[in-house]
């Protein structure tokens, strides 16, 4: 059938110039200048120049212009490699997937020293706010028990606001369990204050222990993050406005705290540790953390999420779907595609 379309199109009925939209997304498209190039431009070349056809390809600046465009029959093909889903299929025609992929996660955290982890974490606001909700918890326990002791144990709990500091260190005291013995409730309105301090502080001291550990010690996001409950528990995720990834952050109920205009502007920002972990397409991030020499400042783990058969698309009855699906599934079948992978260090997954 493809052998009986093509010479139709030389035959005095020209196709007209198709309007071809692309999103910069390296490997698949590559914007140097004005010039375009990529595994999905290389590919598209090869199908619109078997089959005689011309074509301008118009920018965009995310996938969800694509995918606007195409509905209102702005332009006639998305090139992208857009991720196949039911959505966009009750809206647009979808070919034959031509490459399958995943969502990927990279981090900036996951080669940090012992050192440098406890030192930020340290000094990072969680960790204040945790030492201030203790010492508030000790402040109001040793407060109750001042007021209580303080017209009949006048000695070890003097009166006016010396005695705040009185009763803030027998509260301490008992916590940590030093025990030094100076200072004792004698009431016994007191006491069942202090036996009620004594096992709270307990409970208290042995969450705020493993609190601290947890805060201080985090180190390697590549060993925290092995499923998508430990990704609903990561904070300071990032993500690409319009892509596969923000659509699946959303369908999990995990928000993004920062959105970028590209991909590589979400890596630089990751690199510089202004955001902890990236979630995009697994074969994009791996490519540009090549390209962008991001070695040890990036770091892609080895997890995937939601796998992704990507196509080109057209509007929804499109007639050039007849001859480009073809042509497309004949191109990924030659021996030539391999070789183009391998170009652009890409595999099928």
């Given at each position: 059938?493809?052998?009986?379309?093509?010479?139709?199109?030389?035959?005095?009925?020209?196709?007209?110039?198709?309007?071809?939209?692309?999103?910069?997304?390296?490997?698949?498209?590559?914007?140097?200048?004005?010039?375009?190039?990529?595994?999905?431009?290389?590919?598209?070349?090869?199908?619109?120049?078997?089959?005689?056809?011309?074509?301008?390809?118009?920018?965009?600046?995310?996938?969800?212009?694509?995918?606007?465009?195409?509905?209102?029959?702005?332009?006639?093909?998305?090139?992208?490699?857009?991720?196949?889903?039911e959505m966009r299929l009750t809206l647009l025609e979808a070919t034959q997937p031509f490459y399958v992929s995943f969502l990927?996660?990279?981090?900036?955290?996951?080669?940090?020293?012992?050192?440098?982890?406890?030192?930020?974490?340290?000094?990072?606001?969680?960790?204040?706010?945790?030492?201030?909700?203790?010492?508030?918890?000790?402040?109001?326990?040793?407060?109750?028990?001042?007021?209580?002791?303080?017209?009949?144990?006048?000695?070890?709990?003097?009166?006016?606001?010396?005695?705040?500091?009185?009763?803030?260190?027998?509260?301490?005291?008992?916590?940590?369990?030093?025990?030094?013995?100076?200072?004792?409730?004698?009431?016994?309105?007191?006491?069942?204050?202090?036996?009620?301090?004594?096992?709270?502080?307990?409970?208290?001291?042995?969450?705020?222990?493993?609190?601290?550990?947890?805060?201080?010690?985090?180190?390697?996001?590549?060993?925290?993050?092995?499923?998508?409950?430990?990704?609903?528990?990561?904070?300071?995720?990032?993500?690409?406005?319009?892509?596969?990834?923000?659509?699946?952050?959303?369908?999990?109920?995990?928000?993004?705290?920062?959105?970028?205009?590209?991909?590589?502007?979400?890596?630089?920002?990751?690199?510089?540790?202004?955001?902890?972990?990236?979630?995009?397409?697994?074969?994009?991030?791996?490519?540009?953390?090549?390209?962008?020499?991001?070695?040890?400042?990036?770091?892609?783990?080895?997890?995937?999420?939601?796998?992704?058969?990507?196509?080109?698309?057209?509007?929804?009855?499109?007639?050039?779907?007849?001859?480009?699906?073809?042509?497309?599934?004949?191109?990924?079948?030659?021996?030539?595609?391999?070789?183009?992978?391998?170009?652009?260090?890409?595999?099928?997954?």
């Open positions: 059938m493809i052998l009986a379309l093509i010479p139709i199109f030389g035959q005095g009925q020209e196709l007209e110039k198709l309007k071809v939209g692309v999103v910069h997304e390296p490997p698949f498209v590559i914007k140097d200048g004005e010039a375009y190039t990529g595994l999905s431009v290389d590919l598209w070349n090869s199908i619109a120049n078997e089959a005689g056809v011309s074509y301008e390809l118009i920018a965009f600046n995310d996938h969800l212009g694509l995918i606007r465009a195409l509905d209102f029959e702005e332009i006639d093909v998305s090139i992208n490699p857009l991720h196949v889903n990927g996660v990279a981090t900036s955290q996951a080669k940090q020293s012992q050192v440098r982890v406890f030192l930020q974490n340290f000094f990072s606001l969680q960790f204040l706010r945790l030492i201030l909700l203790l010492v508030l918890t000790i402040f109001f326990f040793g407060t109750i028990l001042w007021l209580v002791e303080r017209k009949h144990n006048r000695r070890q709990f003097r009166p006016n606001l010396i005695g705040l500091f009185d009763g803030f260190w027998w509260s301490a005291v008992t916590m940590t369990t030093v025990g030094y013995g100076d200072k004792a409730p004698k009431t016994k309105l007191g006491r069942a204050i202090a036996m009620f301090w004594m096992f709270t502080a307990i409970i208290i001291i042995s969450a705020f222990t493993a609190t601290v550990a947890s805060t201080l010690t985090v180190n390697s996001l590549s060993r925290n993050i092995e499923d998508l409950q430990d990704l609903r528990n990561t904070r300071n995720i990032a993500s690409v406005h319009g892509s596969s990834s923000e659509a699946f952050l959303k369908q999990n109920e995990i928000k993004p705290t920062a959105m970028f205009e590209n991909v590589e502007n979400a890596l630089t920002s990751l690199a510089a540790r202004k955001t902890e972990v990236l979630v995009y397409d697994k074969t994009v991030l791996d490519y540009l953390i090549g390209k962008m020499q991001l070695e040890g400042k990036a770091v892609l783990l080895p997890i995937s999420f939601n796998q992704q058969y990507n196509s080109f698309f057209l509007s929804k009855g499109s007639k050039h779907m007849e001859w480009i699906n073809p042509l497309l599934v004949r191109k990924i079948n030659q021996k030539s595609w391999q070789e183009l992978l391998q170009e652009y260090n890409l595999h099928i997954e």
